[in-house]
């Protein structure tokens, strides 16, 4: 097997505010240019299959002809459109989790391989909270909004450190950021893979 077949193309999460009634034009902006960096960068998005930030970064990703998937708090195609009101826009496929909010934000981030967040409220902090008790790589978007004062206190405050937290206020230097923590990941992955599969091959 070749080296290069291990490595899947990272599959990036950008979270954020569902509303963005309450937020500047710089928010919208920066994370519509995320959702392209991220395929600019070769990755996959990844969202929450919802309206506001997560939508626009999906518009962005499908704007450079990337891959957008997302993930639905509805079990059914129709629930998700007609009881939770989530758009179907910019997404090459929709995964019906049947979990509500709380377990699909679990599911959503455990399917990644790094999450963004951008500007939000609870909801995004609480994704936020997830990855970082699963040592997932994040990357903190900064800027004119106070999300990334709130995780720069939470991680202050943390009871134990996470060193794959980055931050930045440009989306294509976070990006980079980012996927040097997401290869380093995957090295460490492929490594152990080797020992254990490459090292002592099956008999066919």
């Given at each position: 097997m070749d080296d290069k077949e291990i490595y899947l193309k990272p599959k990036l999460c950008v979270s954020?505010?569902?509303?963005?009634?309450?937020?500047?034009?710089?928010?919208?902006?920066?994370?519509?240019?995320?959702g392209k960096e991220i395929v600019r960068q070769g990755g996959i998005l990844v969202t929450g299959a919802t309206t506001g930030l997560p939508l626009w970064a999906a518009k962005g990703a499908k704007g450079e002809n990337g891959m957008s998937i997302g993930f639905s708090p509805a079990g059914t195609e129709d629930e998700h459109v007609n009881g939770y009101k989530l758009p179907t826009d910019y997404?090459?496929?929709?995964?019906?989790?049947?979990?509500?909010?709380?377990?699909?934000?679990?599911?959503?981030t455990k399917s990644v391989d790094a999450v963004f967040?951008?500007?939000?409220?609870?909801?995004?902090i609480h994704e936020f909270t997830i990855a970082f008790e699963d040592g997932k790589p994040l990357g903190i978007l900064e800027g004119d909004w106070a999300t990334d004062e709130i995780i720069?206190?939470?991680?202050?405050?943390?009871?134990?450190?996470?060193d794959k937290i980055v931050f930045d206020?440009?989306?294509?230097?976070?990006?980079?950021?980012?996927?040097?923590?997401?290869?380093?990941?995957?090295?460490?992955?492929?490594?152990?893979?080797?020992?254990?599969?490459?090292?002592?091959p099956k008999v066919s």
């Amino acid at each position: 097997m070749d080296d290069k077949e291990i490595y899947l193309k990272p599959k990036l999460c950008v979270s954020g505010a569902a509303d963005t009634t309450y937020l500047t034009p710089d928010a919208v902006v920066k994370t519509e240019e995320l959702g392209k960096e991220i395929v600019r960068q070769g990755g996959i998005l990844v969202t929450g299959a919802t309206t506001g930030l997560p939508l626009w970064a999906a518009k962005g990703a499908k704007g450079e002809n990337g891959m957008s998937i997302g993930f639905s708090p509805a079990g059914t195609e129709d629930e998700h459109v007609n009881g939770y009101k989530l758009p179907t826009d910019y997404m090459d496929l929709i995964i019906y989790t049947g979990f509500g909010y709380p377990g699909r934000d679990l599911i959503l981030t455990k399917s990644v391989d790094a999450v963004f967040i951008s500007a939000g409220r609870v909801g995004t902090i609480h994704e936020f909270t997830i990855a970082f008790e699963d040592g997932k790589p994040l990357g903190i978007l900064e800027g004119d909004w106070a999300t990334d004062e709130i995780i720069q206190t939470i991680i202050e405050k943390a009871h134990r450190p996470n060193d794959k937290i980055v931050f930045d206020s440009d989306p294509k230097k976070l990006v980079e950021k980012v996927l040097e923590l997401v290869k380093k990941d995957k090295e460490e992955t492929y490594q152990n893979y080797k020992k254990i599969v490459l090292e002592h091959p099956k008999v066919s």
